[in-house]
């Protein structure tokens, strides 16, 4: 719990009432029998919208990983690279690779700690998110699955994909339903006409990818970058603390498809059309060709990146994003304690860092012993930093990733 109050600049308007509002019920309901029926009640004792003393927070964090590590020196056994070619150009010194666990297996277990941090029962989450491009089954979803395996009865539970920066998106959509759900609460002493939904108090949001799936293991210039993993959190509301304060979220199109992996189906009983396997291949990615038909490029159930196009605007894109946040909180950026950025270069890190002018030993870098782990990323980060002892109580951190599509999206919270 945390006394200090923080003007709050987030972009959701609704979120502006909710804190006031249940205040001024609670006061109005303590000393009189007269409610906030219209808006003109309420701001004949309007209290101050700027003082926000309650919100979504963040209450545990966990991660997992699985069981096989490959190092530099593995990898050179297979493709055309060494230790120091990888280290100087990505910071990465190893990778956990999925050989039996499963994208489920990750999650769950990754879930589970963050739940076991935060002091949550099965029987108390809410609402379940799961961010991942390589879940086990599209139907059912990845969330489903994992919901399931953690006995979360009471959870709704669905999937989302931004790559790489899902965890921001992720967060922010339950923070949003969280917002909502306590706004729905007021009732008719809201001066806003809120629609009724879930009661949602508890979150828990995972990111979890296994990119070994999707790697060609022959390319040096990708398959170096990534591993699996899963990263967790668990959101509370509560209503004497602020929580997360502010997010930026954006989308840049990406018509030369500089970060992409087609998707692959079976169509061999398709029957509309004479399909042969080597033509599989080619008919997946028909959307892609309506979409940009100007656009020639072999198809790859594999990621294919642009390495030099994606590295100059994630660099520039990432310190964009957590300046956005900070304004949007009024926080100063000397005022943030720790970044937890998206881990998928350590160059592109200290490049956003020197842009910043913000110290590089208050970003927190994991990416040595995990490569890039897409959706997973910044959650598994924000775990180490936690277990390194690196956020106390009343820090403000700053998250931010960005991935395929192009997504970018950042969030400001007090631990």
């Known amino acids: 719990m945390f006394s200090a109050f923080y003007e709050l600049s987030h972009y959701n308007q609704a979120s502006l009432f909710v804190g006031a509002c249940l205040r001024d019920q609670a006061n109005a309901s303590a000393t009189s029998t007269i409610g906030c029926d219209d808006a003109l009640a309420c701001k004949k004792r309007e209290p101050d919208l700027k003082r926000m003393d309650m919100g979504c927070t963040l209450t545990g964090s966990g991660k997992a990983l699985p069981q096989l590590a490959v190092t530099n020196d593995d990898l050179a056994k297979i493709v055309d690279t060494s230790d120091e070619w990888i280290v100087e150009r990505t910071g990465i010194h ?3 690779i999925a050989v039996e666990e499963t994208s489920t297996d ?7 700690r963050a739940m076991d941090a935060a002091g949550l029962q099965p029987d108390e989450v809410d609402l ?16 489903c699955l994992v919901k399931a395996r953690l006995g979360l009865e009471r959870a709704v539970a669905f999937d989302l994909n931004a790559a790489c920066a899902g965890c921001v998106y992720g967060m922010e ?33 995972i990111g979890v990818d296994r990119l070994s799936r999707i790697t060609d293991w022959t390319d040096r210039t990708t398959c170096v970058l990534f591993g699996d993993g899963a990263g967790a959190v668990v959101l509370s509301w509560d209503d004497e603390a602020p929580g997360i304060l502010s997010s930026f979220l954006e989308n840049t199109d990406d018509p030369t498809l500089a970060l992409a992996c087609d998707q692959l189906r079976d169509l061999s009983t398709f029957p509309f059309a004479d399909i042969s396997q080597d033509d599989v291949c080619q008919i997946m990615a028909a959307s892609l060709d309506e979409a940009l038909p100007e656009l020639e490029r072999p198809r790859r159930a594999s990621i294919s990146m642009q ?24 926080v100063p950026l000397d005022e943030v304690s720790l970044i937890v950025p998206h881990q998928a270069n350590e160059r592109i890190i200290r490049f956003s860092a020197k842009k910043l002018k913000f110290p590089v030993e208050r970003m927190q870098i994991s990416i040595g ?27 403000k951190v700053v998250l931010v990733g960005f991935g395929g599509g192009l997504t970018l999206g950042s969030l400001l919270f007090v631990a």
């Open 307 to 330: 390495g030099q196009k994606i590295f100059k605007w994630a660099s520039k894109a990432m310190a964009d994003a957590v300046m956005k946040a900070c304004e949007r909180a009024d």
């Open 128 to 143: 379940l998110i799961c961010m991942t491009i390589t879940p086990d089954s599209v139907v059912p979803s990845e969330a």
């Open 94 to 96: 190893e990778r956990h």
């Open 369 to 395: 012993s995990v490569g890039n782990t897409s959706a997973s990323s910044v959650l598994m980060a924000l775990a180490d930093a936690y277990a390194e002892g690196r956020i106390e109580g009343g820090d």
């Open 106 to 112: 990750l999650a769950a277990l990754a879930g589970k």
């Open 173 to 205: 959509v339950a923070a949003s339903m969280m917002e909502a759900s306590a706004l729905s609460r007021l009732g008719a002493s809201s001066p806003l006409r809120i629609s009724q939904g879930n009661a949602i108090k508890h979150a828990l949001v």
